[in-house]
């Protein structure tokens, strides 16, 4: 009880207008370290003084990197990472008031609704078009273009509320969902359009993977899962940039999608002049790498 006063007593001098002072103040809440964190987002609800607003913040933003950083190098040195947990990590920094509840909920829905009609026997076509009803339809996602692409369609919390998102959160949700089924999608970095590909399972993590021979088609998740042959997405690439690097229509880890997701978000931010959180993304990004 007595903590909790000290912490409440430093976040009260947040408005000190020596900045030499604040400093100690600002040392003062860190050294609570997260357990300080409800009690700086309930006293962002109780003032609208952007100057308060902007120190409280950055606190928070502090104290929330030295939990994540952390959390998101464990992930990445994990033999057995999963994708969500890894997008789940960028998102509590960023979005730190989603109803994270409500978020659960609704992956997990998705999830059971699709494998109570997933039949494992079935060709990989069918599979996919089993994804492509369930996630386009069913659940009604929709994506935009690059171009408008905003920090909010990152959220997962609002993608499931305005069904609203774009290639990157698509990628990601959809690549867990198939993985929970154990279908091999994988992540593939393509500019300005994240999509996935369908692997064959015989060489699916294998050393000898070929893309011409063993990449069976890649999915557009920004385009309500529009398939695209091998011969088609490099056709595709070849006139729609000057180069066309291997990387570009070559499957991705899981790391490379976690980095792109943090990288854009980044470039949002900066068009936006959000700086306090293109500063965040730029320190949690040097970290990762």
């Known amino acids: 009880m007595k903590q909790i006063s000290e912490i409440k007593a430093l976040i009260s001098l947040a ?44 606190v928070s933003n502090e104290l929330r990197l030295s939990k ?13 990472k999963e994708i969500l947990d890894g997008y789940r990590i960028v998102h509590e920094l960023v979005f730190p008031e989603s109803d994270k509840m409500r978020i659960n909920r609704e992956i997990e829905r ?3 609704v699709t494998f109570a009609q997933y039949n494992p026997t079935t060709t990989p076509l069918e599979k996919v078009r089993l994804l492509n009803h369930f996630f386009f339809h069913h659940h009604r996602f929709v994506g935009g273009n690059y171009e408008s692409i905003t920090a909010e369609s990152f959220d997962l ?33 393509v500019p300005y359009n994240f999509c996935l590909a369908y692997v064959d399972e015989r060489f699916y993590g294998k050393e000898n993977f070929n893309v011409d021979e063993h990449i069976l088609f890649y999915i557009n998740p920004n385009g309500m899962g529009n398939l695209i042959s091998p011969k088609g997405m490099k056709h595709f690439l070849n006139s729609s940039l000057e180069k066309v690097k291997p990387e570009y229509y070559t499957p991705c880890s ?10 854009t978000l980044g470039e949002i931010f900066l068009k936006n002049n959000q700086h306090e959180q293109f500063s965040l993304l730029s320190k949690f990004r040097t970290e990762f790498l």
């Not at 100690?24 to 308060?52: C, M, Q, W, Y």
């Open 157 to 189: 919390e609002n993608v499931f509320v305005k069904r609203k998102g774009n290639a990157l959160v698509f990628g990601v949700l959809y690549q867990h969902l198939a993985n929970c089924l154990q279908i091999p999608i994988v992540g593939v970095n």
């Open 110 to 112: 998705m999830i059971q």
């Open 68 to 80: 994540l950083i952390p959390d998101l190098k464990n992930w990445k040195k994990s033999d057995k």
């Open 254 to 263: 899981k790391e490379t999608t976690i980095n792109q997701v943090i990288t």
């Open 15 to 58: 408005d000190e207008p020596d900045n030499l002072l604040f400093q100690e103040v600002r040392r003062g809440i860190l050294n609570f370290g997260t357990e300080a964190l409800p009690h700086l987002e309930e006293a962002l609800k109780t003032t609208s003084d952007p100057f308060l607003i902007a120190r409280i913040t950055s």
